[in-house]
């Protein structure tokens, strides 16, 4: 496990430090602009998170597992089938930013237009981190991590260059944009980072042959996603490849993707809901709030490599029907995570205000950082661990549960403690974060208990039939 563990650290570190310097070239470029990314944040998460597939992972890593290298890659393909159809009316909302923030928020009218320009800017690249999200976890779920290792890394490095330089005139002081290069610097690096999944490792390396088999690439995106969907019931034969390998699988996919789907958007309502308490309390403690969540990420990036190498080899692990080496990759995981969890979250308390000067130079700020600093190691811990189990519950395909779950530690655990809090002790950031960290550990109980009551052996079994490879998928 800590062979994967250390190129998905490497990866996932290089994520957040290109989205905390996004957020830091928006802190240094004026409060209105940090306010104004944080409301496109808000509106665009609520629609954006649909792109997201939780379960790709957990179906390549069990069909790679049972060494059904043929399904490994059909389920990739019926992810973008899917996906790509969803796609299109989030990019449709992203591009609403500006009147809904500014007619039905009320929101003061520079910071929509603000909000608004960064959200479409943004928008072009959601075909990008969709692509390249879903071949890293293509490549990840076979221990394929150099993709995803390498080409963050040149991202983030891309990211502080072009960021340092056209929105900060640094270090050339003539070349200098403001917020309005901001969203431009990053759309372009996630577009490069994709091209270079598919030139560099696909076209030149071939890292994707072993599971992407000559039959496979008779799978033609344009025909296959936009229009044999539309024109066939999977019984005909215009469409032999979509009908014998993507509608078969299409619909039990959507059963398992929609829960999945709809407990992180219930995890990104019930954020923007608490977004729009935080925000009542005034612009310094809206971009400490936004800013926090980085802290957060800073967090998890240890943790979800962690849990990352856990759910790989546990998918793999299931797969082959091993229920025993399932259970001692769950031991090991879990053990890890919270040895991890304590030290990074000591650590965040103890450095908040050398963190915090990283989002701001405002006194003001950094000490609302640092009158926080308990309630939001409570919601950092509580966040992290839960977020453990809930990708070993994704792993077991528990979509179900993890909706359940999510439902209930969101909007009968945060919500209402946020507002309880507020109604009772009063309105500040502490009771913010007070209010989200005991919601995420009641979140933290339940995903606990039916994870723990499952019996690994039966999982394991049940994964190695429903992946046998004894009958080829796509002849």
């Not at 996932?12 to 989205?19: A, E, F, V, Y």
């Not at 690439?217 to 024109?231: G, H, K, S, T």
């Not at 091993?322 to 769950?330: A, Q």
Request: hydrophobic letters at 50%; a neutral charge; proline letters at 4%.
């Amino acid at each position: 496990m800590f062979f994967l563990f250390v190129p998905t650290f490497v990866a996932r570190l290089s994520w957040i430090g290109m989205k905390t310097t996004d957020t830091a070239l928006l802190g240094h470029s004026g409060t209105l602009y940090l306010t104004a990314s944080s409301l496109s944040d808000f509106w665009t998460s609520m629609s954006g998170v649909f792109v997201n597939d939780a379960l790709l992972g957990s179906l390549c890593g069990q069909a790679y597992g049972a060494r059904n290298y043929d399904l490994v890659g059909i389920w990739l393909q019926v992810s973008l089938t899917l996906f790509s159809w969803v796609l299109i009316p989030v990019v449709a909302l992203w591009c609403m930013t500006t009147p809904v923030l500014k007619h039905g928020f009320h929101a003061d009218t520079d910071v929509a237009n603000a909000a608004g320009y960064y959200a479409m800017v943004m928008a072009c690249c959601l075909p990008a981190t969709m692509l390249s999200s879903r071949l890293t976890t293509f490549f990840n779920s076979q221990k394929i991590t150099g993709p995803s290792s390498k080409t963050t890394p040149v991202a983030l490095f891309l990211n502080l260059v072009l960021g340092l330089q056209f929105v900060l005139g640094i270090p050339a002081a003539g070349i200098q944009f403001g917020f309005w290069a901001c969203p431009v610097v990053t759309t372009t690096v996630e577009w490069f980072v994709t091209v270079m999944l598919l030139v560099v490792y696909c076209g030149f390396l071939k890292y994707h042959e072993k599971c992407y088999g000559p039959k496979l690439r008779e799978w033609n995106y344009l025909r296959d996603v936009f229009v044999a969907p539309l024109l066939t019931d999977g019984t005909g034969s215009r469409f032999p490849y979509y009908d014998e390998n993507i509608h078969p699988r299409l619909g039990n996919f959507v059963r398992l993707v929609v829960p999945a789907t709809l407990a992180l958007a219930s995890d990104f309502w019930r954020m923007s809901a608490i977004g729009l308490l935080a925000g009542t309390l005034g612009d310094a403690e809206v971009g400490v709030f936004n800013a926090s969540y980085r802290l957060a990420w800073m967090n998890l990036t240890i943790i979800g490599a962690f849990s990352s190498a856990c759910v790989t080899q546990l998918g793999i692990a299931l797969g082959t029907g091993d229920g025993r080496l399932s259970s001692k990759i769950r031991d090991l995981g879990i053990g890890s995570v919270a040895a991890f969890l304590l030290a990074t979250t000591v650590a965040t308390l103890v450095y908040v205000r050398q963190l915090a000067s990283i989002f701001s130079n405002d006194p003001v700020v950094i000490n609302l950082f640092e009158d926080c600093r308990m309630e939001m190691g409570l919601m950092i811990f509580f966040m992290c661990f839960s977020m453990h189990f809930e990708s070993l519950l994704m792993a077991l395909k528990k979509t179900d549960t993890v909706f359940r779950a999510a439902f209930i530690g969101s909007w009968g655990g945060q919500v209402p403690a946020v507002l309880l809090l507020f109604y009772f002790s009063g309105r500040t950031l502490q009771n913010v974060y007070l209010g989200i960290g005991l919601g995420y550990a009641l979140l933290f109980v339940l995903y606990v208990i039916p994870f723990l009551r499952t019996d690994l052996d039966a999982a394991a079994q049940a994964a190695s039939a429903e992946n046998d490879a004894t009958t080829p998928l796509a002849s």
